[in-house]
Every structure is written in C-alpha cells, then in structure tokens.
C-alpha cells in the first residue's frame, strides 16, 4: 500500500545553537484516510480524498488543529481493494489512530469484527452495513448521516410524492441499476421489502465491475421491461456511462434518480446536454458559497497545499469529503470536551461520536450554515436517519430538487433492526459492554 503524509507536528524540533534543554512534544491526533487515487473508482476517488483531506488540513493551518492538538493526517491507498484496505488498517493500527474512514462498504465489512476487537472506530459516513446504524449492537460502528436503506426509501418516497401518493406506486415498476458488489447490493432487502407494502415491482439490473463502461445489455433489459423510474446504486465510473446509456435509450432523466454517490459532477457531465434533469440523493450542499469553503480556498488551495484543481473545489464529492471530516472534527472536539484531554484516544473518540450532537447553530459557527441538516447521534442510534433532499442537474451544476424529506423511518427501523440481530445471531457478536455516553 502507499502513504502519503501532509500534516506532522509530532514533535518539536530543536533550533541550531540552542541549549539542549527537553523537548516537549506537540499534541497530535492521528487521522488515517483510506483513500483510492488510482483503480477503477479513482474518478470518484480523488475529489473525496482531496475534500477530507483539505478540511482537516484548513484547520491545521488556521486553527493549529483541533483544541490545541495538531491532526496528523496519512492517505493510504487502497484502490478501492478490500484486501489492500485491510493491509492500509493492519499497517496503521498501531499509531493510535483515533477512527478509520474505510470509504468503501467491502472494506467497511471485513472491518466491523476488527473494530469491535481492537476498539478503534470506524466513520462509514452514509455507506457500509445499514444495520451498523444500531449502536447496541455496533458499538464502534457510525454510519452518519443517512443509510443506505434510508436513502432507497427516500427513493420510494420521491416518486410516491411525484406520483400523486404512496397508494399510486401499486402496479408501477421501479428498477435498481447497481454495482455488482456489496455496495451496489445493499439496499435490495429494503426495496423488496417496500414493493411488498407498497405494491410495486422491482427489477434488479446488477452492473460487474468490470462492465461499468459497456453497460450496453443491461439497458437492453431495460428497454425491455420499461421501468417507470430507475434509482442508480452506481460509483466510479458506472455514473457517467449509466447517464449516457439513459440519455442514448430516451429514458426520461428526470427518473434516474441516483444514491448520493452517484452525485457526481463528472457522473452527470458523461451524458452531455442530454442529462440535464438527472437526480440524485444528498445530504449536503454543493458549491463554493459557503464559508467552510471559502476558508478552505483561503488556507489551503491558494497556498498550494491541496491535490485539488481549483476549479473542482465545491463540486460536490469534494464537498462530500469536507463534510466526512466535519463529522470527525466534531467528535474530536466533543471528546475533548467529555475527557478533558487535548490528545484523545480512540476510545474517547468512541464516546464524541456517540454523543455527537451538531445543531443548526453549531453549523452556522463552523461555517456550514445551510450546507447540511442538524445531525444527532445516541448510544442507541449511530446514524440519526437525517433528512435527505434530490439534487438535480441543470446542465452545468447541482441545484436543489426537492424539500428536505424525512426518509421512510417507520418502514426502516424494524427491518434495520432485525437485521442487526440476525447479523449477531449468525456472527455469534458479542453482547455490548461498552458504557453509553450520553449528551455532553
């Protein structure tokens, strides 16, 4: 695996000439990202990577970290390769690291046992197990803002609401293009479960991995079964050739509707003019019109010390990743704030997450105002199921589609929570002995 290091300050160096009295060394906090610049997904890949990244960095630079301690932030490359992101943990592990961001939900299973064992948490940030939302269970697992059965039903709640009502989704059929991969598959229990209540029918069009650019007879199936609306469980560079196979078959853009990783702004310019009015699923706001941004631009892209291409700053995985290391630098600040401590451990960031509580108000104070919805997490809930909104594309950018909607938490929650107990019972898990944290 490859690691890039962009922000030190373990320990102080001393000046030439200076008397040899004893160093004291720097408070740090140590943030592995796995990350993947090159591979089949590096097209998605990278304006994460350099959005997580930039934000942490940003604070280094304006803040000298997070209260007082310096971030140490490691890329390591994982290609989106689950062997090579468990080789990226196994190798890092042992610096301490506060939580692991594993951005791909292959990976992200192979790491819940390891978490639970080593005690170090994991950041799935709206992707991964959706049943890891059940903190009871999962006691080391966060998977904030929205799972991926959340977004699914918000998929079914977007076209009951543009059909007229949930008693009009009977007899209609609803379609699920997706990466052939766990990822691409997770929110098919849910939407099978839905088709039952609601009445429609579902058909499932798998993507391989290795066909996510010549997705040619998966749309021949598709202009066979004349689906009514079709949401996108798609990454890499899946996007941009389902949106041109969408527009090139005279399926109506505006019901190709994507989960938020299939929000790309790459992904919606592959189907040229023809995909404006595609959709897609978020939880936060594109663009550069917020401060967050502007301070970012201000500390680290104008002092060169960002991957990212100016002009790619805002777009919205870019923004996606700022938002992922807003969440870790607010339950860095909350376990500081609940210990005391200025360089926490994992097991303290454990209880910032759990009782991570981000209103509108702090929202507004790190400059994020109107760029997401409040988030609340509790030892029970590890996720808050938040509001979720359709982006749209106008043709050179996302714009909003949609109110914020709640996703369909009365249908999700039973399921979600049973399929945390049929993941215990099948996985002989350990009943939770951690100690809840509450608010602080």
């Known amino acids: ?51 997580m990244h930039d934000y942490l960095r940003m604070l280094n630079e304006r803040d000298g970290g997070i209260g007082g301690a310096k971030i140490v932030i490691e890329e390591c490359e994982t290609g989106y390769d689950t062997k090579k992101g468990i080789e990226c943990y196994e190798s890092t592990k042992g610096k301490n690291p506060v ?85 691409g598959k997770e929110p098919i229990a849910l939407l099978e479960a839905l088709s039952k209540k609601y ?81 897609s699923l978020n939880f936060h706001a594109a663009g550069t019109n917020f401060p967050v941004i502007q301070d970012i631009q201000k500390h680290v892209v104008d002092k060169g010390l960002s991957k990212a291409p100016k002009d790619k700053v805002g777009e919205n995985l870019y923004n996606r990743g700022v938002y992922n290391s807003m969440l870790i630098a607010e339950a860095v600040r909350n376990a500081q704030k609940i210990t005391g401590k200025k360089a926490i451990t994992a097991e303290d960031m454990r209880k910032g997450l759990e009782s991570l509580n981000i209103t509108d108000a702090r929202l507004k104070e790190i400059g994020m105002d109107g760029f997401a919805a409040p988030l609340k997490l509790t030892c029970e809930d590890h996720n808050g199921h938040n509001k979720i909104y359709v982006a749209q594309w106008d043709g050179t950018k996302w714009v909003k589609g949609s109110e914020w909607m709640e996703p369909l938490t009365a249908d999700v929650m039973p399921l979600l929570n049973a399929a945390a107990e049929d993941y215990a019972k099948a996985n002989n898990w350990p009943a939770r002995t951690e100690a809840c944290q509450k608010g602080s």
């Open 1 to 51: 695996m490859k690691f890039r290091h962009f922000a030190l300050g373990a320990a102080a160096a001393v000046l030439a000439g200076a008397t040899t009295l004893p160093v004291q060394a720097q408070d740090t906090i140590y943030v592995p990202l796995l990350t993947y610049r090159t591979g089949p997904f590096a097209n998605s890949g990278i304006p994460i990577a350099d959005g």
């Open 99 to 183: 939580v692991y961001n594993p951005y791909s939900t292959g990976i992200t299973l192979q790491m819940i046992p390891k978490a639970s064992a080593d005690k170090i948490p994991v950041l799935s940030m709206a992707y991964g197990l959706s049943a890891s939302a059940n903190g009871n269970t999962f006691p080391w697992i966060f998977n904030p803002p929205a799972t991926y059965w959340d977004g699914a039903s918000a998929f079914v709640r977007h076209v009951a609401e543009q059909s007229g009502g949930f008693d009009k989704l009977k007899g209609k059929k609803l379609g699920l293009i997706h990466l052939d991969a766990p990822f």
């Open 199 to 279: 009445g429609f029918e579902l058909k499932l069009y798998p993507v391989a991995a290795s066909d996510m650019q010549n997705q040619g007879s998966v749309w021949l199936n598709i202009r066979r079964d004349r689906p009514d609306w079709i949401y996108n469980q798609g990454w890499g560079a899946m996007n941009p050739t389902a949106v041109k196979e969408a527009a090139k078959n005279n399926f109506p853009m505006d019901r190709l509707v994507g989960v938020w990783w299939a929000g790309g702004d790459d992904d919606a310019r592959g189907g040229g003019d023809a995909a404006k009015g595609y959709k």
